[in-house]
């Protein structure tokens, strides 16, 4: 847990940084950012093997969590979590690029309130929705959502999104917009969604 500060994990595409568990087969409680005047980083890194955040005071839904703490992914994986969120980011700004969520025992990305872009990404094999949206002002461009078994975008309480060249195959829903939510969808491709399109 960081509070008022921030995580700088800068590695290179032939030497990444790992976080994972010290034991093979086991899972690991995560990361918990808030309070930050300093954005993190994270670049050419690999999140693997997750729970939900807890420590003996506090319990989160996520895995990975920023609080009123502004975040960049870029070249980051994050594969297997069992959380309800993998990534969760509230009342912050926020980049993923060029990154990839696999494996999730429910949602990959949860963002509350928050403003942010993604852009050439991949979500593959996720349980719950891809990318789900309250409140937040997020354009998502160029790229993949494989294997989404709810939503692959869900925007919900009044947010404000953008899906442009945007691919989904086997979505449950591919976009769902729903509390007044704005989603503009602007040369995206669907493919075999199990329920709807839209």
């Known amino acids: 847990s960081v509070n008022?500060?921030?995580?700088?994990?800068?590695?290179?595409k032939d030497n990444k940084i790992y976080f994972e568990a010290i034991s093979k087969n086991e899972k690991w409680n995560g990361i918990f950012v808030r309070n930050s005047d300093v954005k993190s980083n994270f670049q050419n890194v690999i999140f693997k093997d997750l729970n939900f955040y807890k420590n003996f005071k506090i319990h989160l839904t996520g895995s990975i969590n920023f609080y009123k703490a502004d975040v960049d992914f870029i070249n980051t994986e994050f594969i297997n979590s069992d959380a309800e969120d993998f990534l969760n980011i509230t009342h912050s700004n926020f980049k993923i690029i060029n990154s990839k969520f696999e494996n999730t025992e429910?949602?990959?990305?949860?963002?509350?309130?928050?403003?942010?872009?993604?852009?050439?990404s991949?979500?593959?094999?996720?349980?719950?929705?891809?990318?789900?949206?309250?409140?937040?002002?997020?354009?998502?461009?160029?790229?993949k959502f494989n294997l989404i078994d709810d939503k692959a975008i869900s925007a919900g309480e009044s947010s404000q999104i953008t899906s442009q060249n945007n691919?989904?195959?086997?979505?449950?829903?591919a976009i769902a917009s729903k509390d007044r939510s704005?989603?503009?969808a602007i040369n995206d491709i669907f493919s075999k969604s199990t329920l709807y399109d839209v």
Request: charged share 25%.
């Open 4 to 12: 008022g500060g921030n995580i700088e994990a800068i590695g290179s």
């Open 106 to 120: 429910s949602d990959a990305l949860d963002s509350d309130f928050s403003n942010g872009s993604i852009k050439n």
């Open 122 to 143: 991949e979500f593959t094999r996720i349980k719950g929705d891809a990318v789900d949206f309250s409140g937040s002002n997020v354009t998502i461009k160029k790229s």
């Open 167 to 173: 691919y989904f195959t086997e979505a449950g829903i």
């Open 182 to 184: 704005i989603v503009k």
